[in-house]
């Protein structure tokens, strides 16, 4: 496992910061005393957007390579990317990285692993089709980009039929 | 309705009233939705990120939400158009700064805002006017159900709604309420709301400014917690645990301030108060600093004749987008040359202050 350098000298870093200054993603590394020089104190209290930076930071230690590398295979993103960024590819992401999210779930939501609020009133897509659904998205896409019009229109019409059969539908 | 419209008029959530106005300037709540059957933005082509804002505008604009609903295209308004909505608290400044198609349907009074294509395809918001979080609530809830009538949202049995990032996943709802705390700042007990909001685990930051160093004493605490509780109960324990206790801390040390240091706040006040009066530039910091006393000596009736609309109405007015807005609608020039230097900006903010304090 290799250590970060503070970006100011070599002493391990500890404190990483992502700031976005005109919408431009800047990544700092510092050691504790670099960091106190430059005026940053790590505040007790977290603001929400770093919060999900921080658990994700504190697990990259913990971990394995071959995890980074585990790929949603309907929108391609990988956990490392999102590790990266914060952000997720597509629902579906919940499930591909489901080993990986748990415990990061639990840590930023108090132990809660299980949704408990409100669902949908009417039955809506099933969960499978949602996926499904999203499957042919993103071969549509790869289509598209591939010049391959006939196959993105046949996809467009599959996708066209399982949004619209929607038998299970609450009559509401 | 256009956005030049906006600059003539306050916000109804910033009217002065509602339960507790003396500390909660307003309540705020706010749900994050996918479309089921779509990727979160960062994986969306921007021809799909345009097929959403279309689909949702279309979906928003039909669903007869409230009074006198507009849509504002924001990737297409320009810079100051933009940061004027996000000074309103209509869209959040990285909506604001994005590049992708994106928009925001908004309602007439402006207590409802529904933001397509920032973190999530859908965020919409409901402000109210002090602590009036069921209220909001209860209308935040009701535009979910009418969405869900048209579009389906990305939903799990086991995760709950889905949200691009998984710190909203579940019930998508983080509730906040904004705070005037200056007398925990007078008194050096600010820690004990801090505190307090730590323990709650809750996320507590200033408004303007960074981390707790917040200009003009303006608080925003929020739920971090989205998964695992349902959103009655969300909302239930943070009006009844959090917000009162921080509530009681800030009424105590006004208080206290007047009972030992009636002298010391009063010469606070009314120096500010004569600052506002005859500065001929106030930048936008020491505006904050000074509204905020002025607002906290007319809570604790040491000033007459300035209600607290006025002054709610003047730390929104007087934010830069909007003083550049308004210098521009009365005569000024419009378009690029709208960027003022920060010099002149300070100038005209002075005036319009000193005018709107002095006018009978
Ligand atoms: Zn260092
Ligand atoms: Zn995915």
């Known amino acids: 496992m290799m250590k970060k350098k503070c970006d100011k000298c070599d002493k391990p870093a500890t404190i990483h910061l992502t700031e976005i200054i005109d919408g431009q993603k800047i990544e700092k590394h510092l050691c504790e005393d670099c960091a106190e020089a430059e005026g940053i104190t790590i505040k007790a209290n977290i603001p929400i957007s770093q919060l999900l930076e921080d658990f994700v930071l504190q697990t990259v230690g913990e971990e394995e390579v071959s995890t980074a590398a585990v790929t949603c295979d309907v929108c391609g993103m990988t956990f490392s990317e999102f590790r990266e960024h914060g952000q997720l590819g597509c629902p579906n992401d919940y499930e591909a990285f489901h080993e990986q999210l748990l415990p990061m779930l639990a840590r930023a939501q108090d132990g809660n692993t299980q949704h408990v609020g409100k669902a949908p009133r009417r039955a809506g897509v099933a969960q499978q089709k949602q996926i499904a659904i999203l499957r042919l998205r993103s071969r549509l896409k790869q289509a598209i980009s591939a010049e391959q019009y006939e196959r993105a229109a046949d996809l467009r019409d599959q996708i066209k039929r399982i949004e619209t059969a929607e038998p299970e539908r609450a009559s509401e | ?360």
């Open chain 2, 1 to 360: 309705m256009t956005l030049s419209d906006l600059t003539q008029r306050t916000s109804e959530w910033l009217r002065g009233v509602g339960p507790m106005h003396d500390v909660v300037i307003s309540s705020r709540v706010r749900l994050a939705r996918n479309l089921a059957g779509m990727p979160f933005l960062r994986k969306c082509t921007p021809p799909q990120q345009q097929e959403i804002t279309d689909r949702l505008r279309e979906v928003i604009l039909s669903a007869n939400l409230a009074e006198g609903v507009f849509y504002v295209d924001v990737a297409a308004a320009g810079t100051l158009d933009r940061a004027l909505l996000a000074e309103r608290h209509l869209i959040s400044r990285q909506h604001a700064d994005a590049k992708h198609p994106r928009g925001v349907v908004i309602s007439g009074d402006e207590t409802v805002s529904i933001m397509i294509n920032e973190e999530d395809h859908v965020r919409m918001q409901v402000l109210r006017s002090g602590m009036q979080m069921h209220d909001a609530f209860e209308k935040i809830n009701r535009i979910d159900d009418q969405l869900e009538q048209r579009v389906d949202f990305a939903f799990s049995d086991r995760y709950g709604y889905l949200t691009a990032c998984p710190t909203n996943v579940g019930t998508g709802l983080r509730v906040s309420v904004m705070l005037h705390l200056p007398a925990l700042r007078l008194t050096g007990e600010l820690d004990k709301a801090v505190h307090a909001a730590r323990d709650m685990r809750l996320a507590i930051r200033g408004l303007y400014g960074e981390g707790t160093d917040a200009k003009g004493d303006f608080f925003q605490i929020s739920n971090q917690i989205t998964l695992g509780r349902a959103e009655e109960d969300i909302v239930e324990e943070f009006l009844t645990q959090i917000v009162p206790e921080i509530l009681n801390y800030e009424r105590k040390a006004r208080e206290a301030l007047l009972k030992h240091n009636r002298v010391e706040i009063d010469d606070k006040i009314f120096r500010a108060l004569a600052l506002l009066r005859s500065a001929r530039r106030l930048a936008s910091e020491e505006m904050m600093a000074l509204l905020s006393l002025l607002r906290l000596g007319i809570n604790l009736q040491r000033i007459d004749g300035i209600d607290l609309k006025t002054v709610n109405e003047l730390f929104l007015l007087g934010q830069p987008a909007h003083v550049q807005k308004i210098h521009a609608l009365r005569g000024g020039q419009e378009g690029p040359a709208a960027t003022l230097p920060a010099d002149e900006r300070d100038e005209i903010r002075a005036e319009f202050l000193r005018r709107r304090l002095t006018e009978p």
